[in-house]
């Protein structure tokens, strides 16, 4: 009998050396995810005991985000972690990952506004996913993705981990630039930059980005109906992507494709056509490929802003990870080198071919802030008042209500991932105008 044996082998590949090995772009060991005999724990079957029982599809939780979020949620901070357990106004989320902190949709808000009660309920915060373990529901406003799509837009009842990222791992990029969900094996992850690139040859593909499903991806709970239309995104992360951005940013380098992927289910909210014909949109701020940063135009103004009342900026030092931008390339080689976390790669926009994504604005999980925001959107317009992060147990205009919404300094600091607010001008407006400069 050799699976003692097996099972040793594939937690030392899991080890210190390869923190990520066990997905590493592909599928993962199957029974780190589903139990084969309907059974929890190695307890006896007893399928009218639901403590006992699996989830669906012999899975090791109640539903398909608890079997992702058993090893991706926890109490203390991790690379792999996206979601922190137990967060309270003193000990706010602290997974600052690129994509945000599930744990911000267990956060609601009430507060008395300057003319009425305010609220910032936590499902406004991101994708609310359904994790049935930890009493996450559905999207009680939002039944379907915003935008509709195929179907009438996709289902708030079905959104988990796995709506957006295929938990088999099946799409990868081959050497051609193809992207397939079947094909030449898979060697690794095609997530990262730097000396952990892995790039894909002549016999062996790698990983999508983050294991996001690639066109035709669909899950059983919700049926090709929703099967997607555009492949996943060319982009790549530093390894240690998961942590506080006070002394150095962390910069994901994306490359092409991002608000593409988003349309999948976002499809009404995108409108892939140059102005004056997008201002017909529901949304007219363009994102994706035709919604260039122009030399001349948005670009310059990137590269000037600084902070409110300072565009005294250059190329060279311009890049704000509050605001990332699509390099507006496939090139994973040229995109490597941008991915760090040390501040080597601190350059803006410079081809005239980048885009706003997205991403530019909103994290993919969730964040401290309404719709997922990479800061806050008050009616003030304030993000920093008197040189501080507002707070209920902030001093002075900074601690009244209306600006604090809710929140603590502690809270607000983690939404901004640990940053000192001198790092902002005293009366910082909102981050918008590091593509527009109108404060």
């Known amino acids: 009998m050799r699976w003692p044996t097996l099972t040793f082998a594939l937690l030392l590949a899991a080890g210190p050396g390869r923190a990520l090995a066990f997905h590493d772009g592909g599928v993962g060991a199957c029974e780190g995810c589903h139990t084969m005999h309907n059974s929890k724990g190695g307890a006896a079957v007893a399928t009218g005991v639901p403590q006992y029982r699996a989830g669906p599809y012999l899975l090791k939780a109640s539903d398909q985000s608890g079997v992702c979020l058993n090893c991706h949620g926890g109490i203390t901070p991790s690379t ?3 979601f922190t357990l137990g967060a309270t106004s003193l000990t706010p989320p602290s997974a600052f990952t ?3 902190d ?3 949709l267990t956060r609601d808000y009430v507060w008395v506004g300057s003319t009425q009660t305010e609220t910032s309920p936590g499902q406004r915060h991101g994708h609310s996913i359904v994790w049935a373990d930890r009493g996450l529901a559905s999207d009680s406003t939002l039944t379907r993705a915003p935008g509709g799509g195929t179907g009438g837009g996709y289902p708030s009842s079905d959104l988990t981990c796995i709506s957006c990222h295929d ?3 099946r799409s990868r990029l081959h050497a051609d630039g193809t992207q397939s969900a079947t094909g030449s094996p898979i060697k690794g992850s095609g997530s990262y930059g730097g000396t952990a690139l892995r790039q ?4 062996t593909s790698v990983g999508a980005y983050r294991l996001l499903g690639g066109v035709g991806y669909s899950n059983k709970a919700t049926g090709s109906i929703f099967a997607f239309q555009n492949p996943a995104p060319i982009a790549l992360a530093p390894t240690d992507y998961s942590r506080s951005e006070r002394a150095t940013q962390v910069r994901v380098a994306y490359g092409k494709g991002m608000s593409e992927w988003c349309a999948n289910c976002h499809t009404g909210i995108h409108v892939q056509t140059l102005p004056p014909s997008y201002s ?3 949304f007219v701020h363009p994102a994706g490929s035709g919604a260039l940063l122009t030399a001349g135009g948005e670009a310059a103004i990137y590269n000037q802003y600084i902070r409110t009342g300072v565009l005294t900026g250059s190329q060279a030092s311009s890049y704000a990870s509050l605001v990332p931008f699509e390099e507006g390339t496939d090139q994973r080689l040229a995109l490597a080198t941008h991915a760090t976390s040390d501040g080597s790669a601190p350059g803006g926009p410079v081809t005239g071919v980048e885009t706003v994504t997205c991403l530019s604005c909103h994290r993919a ?7 997922a925001l990479r800061w806050n959107m008050p009616a003030s317009g304030l993000i ?6 507002p707070g209920l147990d902030a001093p002075g205009a900074a601690g009244l209500p209306a600006n604090a919404h809710g929140r603590t300094q502690a809270e607000t600091r983690a939404g901004m991932y640990d940053r000192d607010a001198s790092s902002f001008a005293p009366y910082q407006k909102v981050l918008c105008n590091k593509c527009h400069a109108k404060d």
């Not at 894909?200 to 016999?203: C, F, H, L, R, S």
């Not at 999980?365 to 719709?371: I, K, M, R, Y």
């Open 80 to 82: 792999y972690r996206v």
């Open 200 to 203: 894909p040859d002549a016999v």
């Open 102 to 104: 599930f744990a911000w």
């Open 98 to 100: 690129p994509g945000g």
């Open 280 to 282: 017909t949109s529901t």
């Open 365 to 371: 999980h969730a964040s401290a802030w309404d719709h």
């Open 384 to 389: 920093t008042i008197g040189g501080a992060w």
């Open 167 to 169: 938990p088999h791992g």
